[in-house]
């Protein structure tokens, strides 16, 4: 196969880094086009990056050139991780010029022609597009990934929605990497928990409801939960770890339940997707099982970990999910939609 | 007034050394008396003792010889520090030899004739005492405090009591000195999150039911609310964070709910006992507190903290709740239980 | 007595925190004066400041307007916590004016008339003012304090200056709280070290010889000893630690070494300055203290703790210092400072 | 070619599971023997083992069954993971077994007649075997690695070696994984510095003098340089990282003695040893560089990284080197050790 070209929009950022580590060696992509803000522009990679991830800067991209984010010569698939502050304008202007735009930002997530996409859980949402082109005027077309903390919590129930997901009570206890760099000051969380992030709650509320609904054919119709969110910042380098009370329409026996995990499978796993985990969930049966340090790294970073299942004395059932939240949380869900995208012939 | 003399059961471990540092300069107790398994006995507590808080051991207990856990030359007042494997035993021997066992450990907790005893919260439940000393035919009596987690838990919901809690679903987010010396390796919690502390999810549903309970008379009767708990130990190391959703009877408008926080007060302030708080819950209005590391020790370490009341989409209310585990969770708590008997004239 | 008044300059920052913190219920000195940068003047201080210390921020400073960083309507004697960027100015303004600027600001205390204060150690470089008013021509002063690292190390070794210090090699373990807030990204120290401090290096080496060196009468002599420092930022919050290899000209025996570090007193316990500590250096005969959190908090931050001493392989002895380095290595070592300096009569 | 088998003497404890990670695919070596105590023999590897490693233990191990660290049906190579408190004697039971046993443990280290092995440093060692041949009478052998942050330091001073190393004041800073398990109790470590291991200074003391010492012929002689170690304990969880001043005998210049760390290439790169990295050290020009939880695990953890290389104002240089501990300060530097010693036909 011919590699497929793609860019970064937001290139030299945190979010950005990860896309560009992410992409490194990818069987389909190639990078070969990075954007960034008018400071970066002109310069090579390399220079205008400080590189932050663990591991060497990839060398095939550091000595790429930083583009303007502006649509011109990039190429048609762009991945977008461009500050919340500039995303809206940035990635309609690409859609705008014919770019199929994958974007990590949180500015279209919650439109209702804009697939907040997870391949797992809703490829079908993807049938929404054709109305996004028609009521957009646009060529090209924008789809999102949910934030970071909501990708662990709907991985996790994604094999509960047979069973009908009525409420949620989670608690989130989420690393420091989710808040970019420099982020969160060591004076905030070393021996720390802040038990406040900024729009993180509404957020993992309004779209866990969009990603677990359904598309009617002509519109997406968010799941009729009510789901409520407590999130924290707690001193964790990477991995979202997420407590989930969940009341259900039918409740299963626990056996049920657990091969209710074991068992899930999807679009990504059954189209072979290069970036797709061969389980998306994994259930851990081990008491104290998964925890950030030990199991968010597995399987790349892109499986969704859940233990500890048991009955909750208020709802139905009580269990922990754990996804990596630069990776499944981001850049690699991304590129996964990207994939999915690619394999079902909607980038032409 | 004379000084009161005291012992401690199980005075060398961890939570005896809290006890020993709580009552340093105790204005109504005066430590006299320490016991300790047959290893340590007949050496002085600085020689049998590893001293491991911060500050220097205080230097009237350093040169008090080390007794065997029982009977005999003990004070009236005994506190016990005692591990739950020797506690049951130990605690009923001094309990039938005439002594007032005042206990932080589990052992006696649950049982239907021994008080579990928040003095804010349920000061009325010591009158199930005389028919602890009818059934169990002592001349001395065991009241305990609860578990670490439960006293943030309980606390934060005593100004709600006169709403009607019906249903809880809480998170707790645990500091390592909640597991003693040496407890929790570094290598399972640097970084990480442990989503589970054995038993203490049942012992902080069943705990908080009988804490929030009536005495009706005859009997300690539990609060009948459905009670769901998550327990995991975050890398702190002194107090415990607790998220909390709850569904009352009587839903007040937000700024009563504040009020009611803020306004609380009960026994323990009104009879001005030496360990009380000032103001037993305190709510914070800023957005990101209370925080373990910056509030927890505030108050001496007595008071609980609560902050980020808000709406809840499941129930009526969710908020966080804080409290110093090894002061208001464990050697305060029971000094203050003390301090409430004494008070009450019940220790005569 | 009647209280003296002072001022802080740079009153809303972090150190400047720690100032209002210290100088809170001083038995001499009164804060009714603060000062800041522009943005906050004519606000309350409450109003100015996000409070970012343990503990509340004390009511009696809460409600002061916050002035400009300019002369007018100061007291007599102002705290310098200003930014280097700006405290060249602004201090000399102050002195310019009449003031006595005690000042924790790096920008002068290289200066040759400038005394580079730790009353334990060199109370006699004082004996410069008068040459620094001649020069300069100001009515006012400036006396500094050493940088947060260096503390540690003069106070561990001013016992020892005795026999004739000739070369040291040093290694420092600095908590995060030296660098301000935000200061240090989480992201970077979490499960980390950074071995590097900009310009901390040749702070400790110049300082160090400054510190220990001889006034002539005429001028401010260097200690003619070899210093070389390795700093690294440590996972710590507060207190730095340091370990310390040196070379003496007349080697002691162990055990005088360790009498040297136990009897050690000086002007401040002679004259009994409020802040000052009741024995400056305190030898910990533990294998393995001091430690940050155990020790650096204990003796009201003010007291250098010492231990492991032992014979080093390549000079004569090895040993480790610690001190808290908010409050010995910064407002504490000024309010010290300007307590001896009143206690002298300088402060007319 | 055919796999050699070999086996793991202590497979069951931490230092046993990283050889067994580490030996996971290993083109030469195919683990099929593991020893344990008595406790694990006749269980299942799985069973008998709580694996704590990140990622799942391999699965052609967890099969085997647990033999008794006693030869018998063990191959010809065996890697000792025991405990100092039975090394001595049941590595000599293999080795007078016939078995070559190449040690982790610290028991026949300083022995005159073993060779303390690191491979890109004295090879030549390997020279005393027949020696210890003939003193012990044993048909097998005994090869030793050194000490976790002995390696750390004796890898980064190898590229010196050339210029004379005549004095070293070092000071480490090492992660809790080289305690084991449970190892660092979290309450002493916490945003704390511990600044005392036990043995430890007199190890890298001792260990760096054989190590970079000379095989004459006849025997080992140590290298008549001093070296003073200060050796901390710190919050992060791999790697190793010491800060170095040493004095030579001939100083190069600074551009010399980078190109001294970035051209060093010894014997495993020319024999192309599986486990050897392509550059044995790794010279980082960043400012602050190399950092344990950035740099520790790049090269597979087998390379040592230096940086921060500056003029040192009492010695000749200074600078900083780190290496991963329980890879290559422990199961890595083993299996090297064994690849050496079979590329050199030592093992037939």
Same mark, same amino acid.
């Given at each position: ?15 950005? =880094? ?5 992409? =490194? ?82 500015? &279209?997530? /919650? ?50 929605? =047979?069973?009908? +997901? ?22 905030? +969380? /070393? ?19 969009? +990603? ?37 329409? &039918? ?21 072979? *997707? ?24 597995? !399987?790349?970073? /892109? ?7 048991? !009955? ?29 995208? =690619?394999?079902?012939? *909607?980038?032409?």
């Amino acid at each position: 196969m011919q590699p497929i070209e793609v860019g970064v929009l937001g290139a030299t950022g945190m979010v950005g =880094q990860h896309f560009v580590k992410f992409l =490194q060696g990818h069987p389909w992509f190639q990078l070969t086009w990075v954007g960034a803000s008018e400071r970066s522009t002109a310069k090579k990679y390399k220079d205008a990056t400080t590189w932050r991830l663990a591991g060497a800067m990839p060398a095939e991209v550091a000595d790429l050139t930083v583009e303007e984010c502006k649509p011109g010569n990039a190429p048609k698939i762009v991945f977008s991780a461009t500050d919340a502050s500039v995303a809206t304008e940035i990635e309609q202007a690409f859609a705008k010029a014919g770019h199929v735009v994958v974007s990590n930002s949180r500015n &279209h997530r /919650m439109d209702a022609d804009v697939p907040l996409l997870v391949p797992e859980i809703n490829a079908e949402h993807l049938g929404i597009l054709p109305k996004q082109r028609e009521l957009r005027g646009w060529p090209g077309m924008i789809v999102t990934n949910p934030n970071c903390s909501t990708i662990a919590l709907t991985m996790g129930l994604a094999p509960l929605k =047979q069973f009908g +997901i009525r409420k949620l009570v989670v608690t989130t206890l989420q690393a420091i990497s989710g808040a970019g760099y420099p982020g969160v000051p060591s004076m905030d +969380i /070393m021996g720390n928990v802040i038990p406040f992030i900024g729009g993180e709650e509404e957020k993992m509320q309004q779209e866990t409801q969009k +990603i677990l609904g359904d598309f009617t054919g002509g519109e997406l119709r968010a799941l009729h939960a009510k789901v409520s969110a407590h999130c924290n910042r707690v001193a964790v380098v990477d991995g979202h770890l997420v407590t989930i009370s969940v009341e259900l329409e &039918h409740k299963p026996k626990h056996d049920d339940l657990v091969h209710a995990f074991n068992s899930f499978t999807a679009e990504p796993q059954k189209r072979n *997707l290069p970036s797709a985990p061969n389980q998306p969930v994994i259930y851990m049966p081990e008491k104290d099982r998964p925890q950030p340090r030990r199991d968010a790294e597995r !399987e790349n970073g /892109m499986a969704c970990f859940v233990g500890r299942v048991r !009955e909750c004395p208020v709802f139905d059932y009580k269990f922990i999910a754990l996804a990596h939240n630069t990776v499944r949380g981001a850049a690699g869900a991304a590129v996964l939609n990207a994939e999915l995208m =690619q394999s079902m012939g *909607l980038i032409s």
